[in-house]
């Protein structure tokens, strides 16, 4: 089955800074990748996802590239505001995956004023 | 539209002992998953109920059961809690196949004594 590693498991960033987050999975097949924001004592919540006819996705200050033949994608936060500060978790799933995402452990975002 | 809900918020629970956690969604969606999250792991799937009538094992399924009750609620059970079962748990839907973004509750705290 798929497998989804992602790095770093912390990241702290001045405030203005930029933030990378970057995921691996091991399935070729798979062709759609989420990425989940989750604020304390809250379920996670999308906010971006990518497919993989697409080689980047932006809005605002958040985007998503992905590079099908390394198999790895990664979620890149600009100019980072406190609010930023949550975790992050990449996912991913394919055709045959009957809706069931297969999640990164997740990062841990720390925006410093 | 309340989205996702999950009841209890809290709750302690003895070895040995039996409880239910409720999931409703209000979206319409055909498929719903239930999550458990812990420290640096991730959310990793319990059980999935692809449509109204099916389920199906996620990737670590033992010492749960799931009912799928109709369209709209999705239950999880503990016949005979253990303190690995001490974790956040958390309910997602989505409108699969048509849609694949999950929509997350708030989510289930359970402390396994």
């Known amino acids: 089955g798929e497998n989804v590693e992602q790095h770093p498991s912390t990241l702290s960033v001045q405030e203005g800074d930029s933030a990378v987050i970057k995921c691996t999975y091991s399935d070729s097949a798979s062709n759609y990748f989420p990425w989940y924001k989750q604020e304390l004592g809250k379920g996670p919540q999308l906010i971006i996802d990518?497919?993989?006819?697409?080689g980047e996705k932006k809005d605002q200050r958040i985007a998503v590239t992905l590079n099908k033949t390394a198999k790895h994608f990664s979620l890149h936060i600009t100019e980072t505001q406190p609010e930023d500060s949550a975790v992050y978790f990449c996912?991913?799933?394919?055709?045959?995956?009957?809706?069931?995402?297969?999640f990164g452990a997740g990062t841990q975002v720390v925006v410093t004023p | 539209n309340a989205g996702v809900t999950q009841t209890p918020k809290f709750q302690v629970l003895k070895t040995g002992q039996s409880m239910t956690l409720q999931c409703a969604q209000d979206m319409n969606h055909n498929s719903m998953y239930w999550y458990r999250q812990d420290p640096g792991m991730g959310l990793r799937l319990i059980y999935y109920?692809?449509?109204?009538?099916?389920?199906d094992k996620g990737e670590v399924p033992n010492g749960y059961n799931v009912s799928r009750l109709n369209k709209r609620e999705f239950s999880l059970r503990l016949e005979s809690a253990a303190p690995s079962q001490t974790s956040v748990y958390f309910c997602a839907s989505s409108d699969w196949p048509l849609q694949e973004t999950q929509y997350f509750g708030p989510g289930t705290r359970l402390l396994v004594l």
């Open positions: 109920s692809a449509s109204e009538g099916t389920t």
């Open positions: 990518i497919r993989s006819n697409v």
């Open positions: 996912a991913a799933s394919g055709p045959d995956s009957w809706g069931k995402l297969q």
